[in-house]
């Protein structure tokens, strides 16, 4: 699976979180914080246990999703799939699901 050029090696496969704020744990704590909070307001629950991973194959979908025009219907199948069931972007059955249900 390629990733993306110029990530450090360790953030490659990192926990939710830790590439946006880099080892950061107050901005994380505060940005956790945030998310969860508006997440609420809408009735999503984030989960933060999962881990991040390359994005490539899933932009490159949301672009074919754009084409047909199901890119809101994929993203949401995708999104609800990473950030509350802690599944990976990478994962080909992941996209697949996502897919299928767009």
Partial sequence: MPLE??????LQRAEKGQR????N????????RMLDFVGAEYG????????????????RLVLYAQSMGLNEEFMAALGWRHFAKDRELADRTTLLEAAAEA
């Fill in 20 to 23: 946006l704020w880099y080892n």
């Fill in 44 to 59: 999503v629950k984030y989960s933060w246990k999962g881990l991040c991973s390359s994005a490539m194959d899933s932009l």
């Fill in 25 to 32: 744990r107050q901005a994380r704590s505060v940005g956790e």
């Fill in 5 to 10: 050029i110029g990530v450090p090696e360790a």
